[in-house]
């Protein structure tokens, strides 16, 4: 088991260390787009400076100065200088290789992300996406919270009265909330309980709006995040706890004189809910990435949003955090999941030997 | 169990003697008889299965309809889908037959409209907005309410209320105001001020004085009243006023003085009458106190509590679009195409009104333009001379319809039929749904089936890079794709490829894992067969039914990740054409229709719910189409994720 655990706990950091080092590598490839005024650019280019990402030098040659100016000669692409009359201070990138290995290098030492360049100019990375992370924490933590009750419930229900009205009637609406996509899912919600019912906010309100209203806007985004996990949830609940309840130890349970409610507390519910456990951390994992589209229609400022935003604004230092960020809570998702197993069920060790 | 031995147990035991038995067969041979019904094929079996469940058929018919409609409808609808034509834009939703029973017909509701109180009809006392913004014979008077609601604006429409004086806080101690028209005082006939406050605040240390001026004596302003309380103060002007003028000519200026930020003064009238004291002569309430002149920056005055009247109506807007309109400069090079487009058969005729007049004609019925009323002085540019026509212009033979058209789901922000633009939509996300689907599955089944087939050290190493490929977040491939490649169909395509394969991939692994062992491949094997044909030939046919149906499940799935990440803006957008096999694509997928409509939701909800409703339909019927085709193929996974 702890060998198990070892290396499955080693797999993951790979994984995670290839994407982050991928995603560095291709990122770097893309046009640059530095803050947008004067005075935030030279301080973020102070500061790729001083993580080692690019060099500075001073032109002082008169001529050269010229031909710079008139782009005779031309610098990297990514280079940029200040003009500061008789000389030119030249901002060029060391060769990507080498920002590879300092990038690392600060990773490692000082836990540095590098810095936002459009979102929120020269604020540290890590800061930026940590003042996020807690509204959409408590966004998909109320939802698990919500949806899983209900979908247990659900499930239960459907598979004890499997083939009835009411199965059916279940049976169908997981169909529909499982296909519908969550921002068409979302938008409806919008429509019908924001603008044409107005019972909730059609937006997130700001931080400083308390009270009830607060508390009623967290209903819409839970609403439409939950609604294909609770959908999935209960059919994976009917489905398990149908075959339990045809198993051959139920049947033992009833022949030794159980009633039919005790038989199924005690020995289906017990033994279907088993592999509901990973499929409930994936489904979190699941609802966080799926928040991404619920933040970004419900203006709901959490990381979900400001990955959209960065994504559509440049700001490629920001999405480099964020993609670790998500990178970690789904490998970590994964991992517990391949742990939780192993408990279980030994037959699944997949590090045992055969 | 009990049941069929109590039965038995009730039989009666009958004699039968034994002459009454013989051999059935006994003078014939028994050979293999062929079987009277027919054989029935893997697929035909699956068939009939399949048909077996009645809703699900259903669902298929229903999605091969939406199929089929989003591959017909945009080739024959003779409505707009391309291009801007802004004059259309926002239709509401309009259907045949349903428009008689008062649902999608084609109305809008129209609220909150500013009364222009001019057209307030005495007989009913409604009124209708001013006539620049609704065509009065176009809104349905049926339907027609008026309400109020308070408005603070100083402006004329805005009735009542009351005007509130005081001092900004942190300025001075002093509110000065004067009256926009100046009062005329005929000091003869007794003039009397009337000034009604409503109400006060902190009067006990303020000083409320009213002025005027009296140009004959020495002082500018001259004090005729201080007022420290609310209610209706009458100020005899000849009385407080010592000047031997007779005509007095002046504004009215007030003056608040207090150190207290708290203290105002509402008022609510201010009137001149003469000694008749009958009809005032000058009367300020409501707008006009408004339109009172605050001096220097610390005066605060405000409208208070004044009412507007507001309309609410349904209004035919199609008529309004589709109906004649005057345009003051229609180009003269798009006048002449009109003209050349429609050929000799029309005949321009003297204007009825001025026969006399060249530049003013009439065209016959049929013809877009029905009168010209004139032309401009044309400009010279270029040596080209310029000129633009004044005309009246029948706006559906304009756009190209006879008669008005039903835009059964109403038309977008560009004036397109939402119609067949949904449908357009579907096509696109159908097409990149399929297209990506047929390259998932080549890349999955070759991949899976080199996998399975040769096992060991190459298994493992292809398991592992898909493991890696799989693990990676969507949102982190998004983000590369679209960094390095911009938004765009080719983003698109490659984000939902770059994962898409490996599902199918680890099903065919599966498949081949479990035939590759068969006796009937060893057989082969044993016989020279090369690789490729056992993998094509012998192994991949047998698995090929749950290839098809996770394959087809996979469908809805890549629609799902389209029209998200389309949602989102990185995928296909407006403007974005694409031309595949000589079909012209354009830029919208359902998730663009939903972006779009995003900010219309209040007014415009048939923009989100139109599309939004035609998605989801596709999507469920599509995913129990194929789950009834897994249970078909595979009726041991029956109901496995149900």
Known sequence: ?354 | MSKEIKENTDLKKEHISKEKFKFVQKDEKIFDKKFETKPVGYFKDAMTRFAKNKTNVYATIIMMTMILLAIVVPITTDKRYTGEEFQLRFLPPRVPILENFGFMDGLTRVEDQRVDLDTIDPDTGLGVPSSENFVHEYIVMDSLENYSITCTDSQDYCLGGLNRLQIDSGGGDTAILNSFETFSFNLTENPMLYIDIADVAGASDFELNFYIEDSLTSEEYNLIANIDDEGEHEIDIADVLNTSSVFLSSSLRIELITTNDNAYVDFERIALYDDTKEEPLKEHTGYELSTYVPEGGDTLFNRREGEVIMASFKYQKYDEVFGQKEILSYSANDYNDLIEEYGDSYEKSPHPDDPDNDEMWVFPEGFPIVEVLGQSDPIEYNGEQFFTYHLIVDYAVLTGYDEIPYFFFGTDAQGRDLFALSWVALRTSLFIAFAVNIINISIGVLYGAIEGYYGGKTDLLMERFSEIIGRIPWLVTLSIFVALLGSGITTLMFILIFSGWIGISSITRTQFYRYKRREYVLASRTLGAKDSRLIFRHILPNGIGTIITTSILAIPLVIFAESTISYLGFGIGHGVSFNILGVEFSGVSIGVLLADARTHMFARPYLTVFPAVIISILMITFNMFGNALRDAFNPSLRGADE
Request: proline residues 5%; hydrophobic residues 50%.
């Open chain 1, 1 to 354: 088991m702890i060998r198990y655990t070892i290396v499955r706990t080693v797999w993951i950091f790979v994984i995670l260390f290839t994407v982050v080092s991928i995603s560095f590598s291709l990122l770097r490839l893309a046009p640059e787009f530095p803050p947008p005024t004067q005075e935030e650019r030279e301080i973020y280019y102070e500061r790729q400076v001083s993580d080692g990402l690019m060099t500075r030098r001073l032109e002082k040659d008169a001529e050269t100065i010229e031909a710079i100016k008139a782009e005779e000669i031309t610098l990297h692409e990514k280079a940029f200088y200040f003009d500061e009359g008789d000389q030119l201070r030249i901002y060029e990138p060391v060769p990507i290789p080498r920002q590879y290995l300092t990038f690392i290098n600060n990773l490692f030492t000082e836990f540095n992300w590098g810095v936002s360049q459009s979102i929120q100019p020269n604020v540290e990375v890590f800061e930026v996406v940590r003042s996020r992370i807690p509204v959409t924490m408590m966004l998909n933590l109320i939802a698990l919270v919500f949806y899983i009750p209900i979908g247990f419930t659900l499930g239960i229900i459907a598979a004890l009265k499997k083939d009835s009205v009411i199965d059916n009637v279940i049976s169908f609406s997981v169909m529909i909330f499982i296909s519908i996509p969550s921002f068409v899912m979302m938008s409806l919600l919008l429509l019908f309980f924001g603008y044409q019912l107005g019972w909730f906010l059609t937006q997130y309100p700001s931080q400083d709006v308390e009270g009830f209203v607060r508390v009623t806007s967290v209903f819409l985004p839970v609403l439409g995040l939950s609604f294909g996990a609770l959908a999935s949830l209960t059919r994976v609940t009917r489905a398990e706890l149908s075959e339990v309840l045809t198993s051959e130890f139920l049947l033992l349970a009833r022949t030794k004189g159980l009633t039919r409610t005790q038989a199924v507390i005690k020995h289906a519910m017990r033994n279907s809910m088993v592999p509901l456990v990973p499929g409930i951390i994936f489904s979190f994992v699941g609802l966080l990435s799926g928040s991404v589209v619920i933040e970004t229609i419900y203006g709901i400022p959490g990381t979900g949003r400001i990955y959209v935003d960065a994504l559509q604004e440049d700001d490629y230092n920001l999405v480099l955090g964020l993609t670790a960020f998500y990178t970690i809570i789904s490998l970590f998702a994964v991992l517990l999941v391949d742990l939780s197993y192993g408990i279980v069920d030994p037959r699944i060790r997949m590090g045992a030997k055969k």
